[in-house]
């Protein structure tokens, strides 16, 4: 009996070791990548939660639904995590996006990056700190035209987009915001 019990005991700290490390890979792995090119997240994969606001501040992105952040259909003003393929047709990654649109057809959005784009016309900074407590620094979304993504492509509701800048995007006549 003392053998089969040291056997168990042996297979459950494999069992334990094989958990922490997986644990430590993939917090490894986002770290390195975050939603840079490349980047190891997969669909499903849940960001952390965001931080608390601070004590006085009143959230600045438009009207939030009462529902679960992580559930419910992406809505004008939101910024989802989801599989949005790249330019080229070559594949695709998770990455946040702005929703621009949603309809039965599907919904448009715009690709958020991590790369610095400031010096870029067709990019804007975008605050990340309150859907992304991760982040290091702020994103760049791309004012270019919008991609059209299936809408079981999201993957998980990061938070709202900044009212100014969720303003001027939608003062923008090429970009359908309705």
Known sequence: MPEALLWAVAILLAVAAGWAWNGWRHRAANR???NRPGSTRTVGRRPAPPRPRAAGRTATGPRSRDADPGAGTPAPGEIWWADVPYADGSGSKVRPCLVLRADS???DVLKITSQD????????RIPTRDWDPGAEHDSYLSLTE???ISSAAFADRAGNCDADLWRSVRSLHHLPTR
Do not use: E, L
Not at 117 to 124: A, G, I
């Open 32 to 34: 390195r990548s975050g």
């Open 105 to 107: 057809r599907g919904v």
């Open 117 to 124: 784009k400031s010096d870029r016309d067709d990019h804007v």
């Open 146 to 148: 919008p991609t059209r």
